[in-house]
Structures are given as structure tokens and as C-alpha cells.
């Protein structure tokens, strides 16, 4: 170990990558040889039943009416960044999550990056 205690990291995430690669292999073969039934859930599923935290409150979800404008103009791109940043503080949340598809994110970040 150096003396900014590197080693250490980096021992640690081997040793959770290794943990991981097992997780995955024991979803593979239960799902590729015991699962004709049905009975073994999807990687979701899998992951959350594994999990040694368990949450016990639901999550919300929320979604945006939807806007009936071109997806390709930039004004309904800048509007959805600003209706998305607004809802954002309204729910005191830290960040803001936006999916768009290729054609509004070449346009989103070409209005962010201005």
C-alpha cells in the first residue's frame, strides 16, 4: 500500500467485481437450468432479491404532460430543459434526469454547450 492507501481501493474492487461476476453467474444457471417454470426472476428481480438492503418505501414516479410540438425544433427541446430543471427545484431534488432520443439530444446539448 502507498501512502494514499491506493492498494487498499483497489483491492476492495477487485474483490467487489469478483462478487459481482459470481452474482451473474449464479442468475445464468439458475435461469438457463432451472427455470422452466418460470420461477427465477429477470435480472431486476434477481439484483433486488440479492440484495441484502431492503427498501422498504416505494418509489414515485412522476411524468411530464406531453408536448405536441416538433421533437426536432429547438424551442420544444430548450422548453423541455426548462420544464425538467423547473420540476427538478419544485421537488427540491439534486439532479435533473432527461431521456431524449439522438435527434432532441444533438439539439439539447447543442443548446447546453452554448
Not at 19 to 37: I, K, P, Q
Amino acid at each position: 500500500m502507498n501512502s494514499s492507501g491506493t492498494t487498499d481501493v483497489v483491492a476492495e474492487g477487485l474483490v467487489a467485481i469478483r462478487a459481482m461476476a459470481m452474482d451473474e453467474l449464479a442468475w445464468l444457471a439458475c435461469r438457463a437450468l432451472f427455470n422452466t417454470s418460470c420461477t427465477v426472476p429477470n435480472w431486476n428481480g434477481w439484483v433486488s432479491k440479492m440484495s441484502m438492503e431492503q427498501s422498504t418505501t416505494a418509489s414515485i414516479v412522476g411524468y411530464m404532460n406531453p408536448i405536441f410540438h416538433s421533437a426536432t425544433d429547438y424551442a420544444t427541446v430548450q422548453q423541455c430543459l426548462l420544464t425538467s430543471i423547473q420540476a427538478t427545484r419544485l421537488l427540491e431534488q439534486t439532479y435533473t434526469i432527461v431521456t431524449f432520443d439522438l435527434a432532441m439530444a444533438k439539439i439539447a446539448y447543442n443548446i447546453l454547450w452554448q
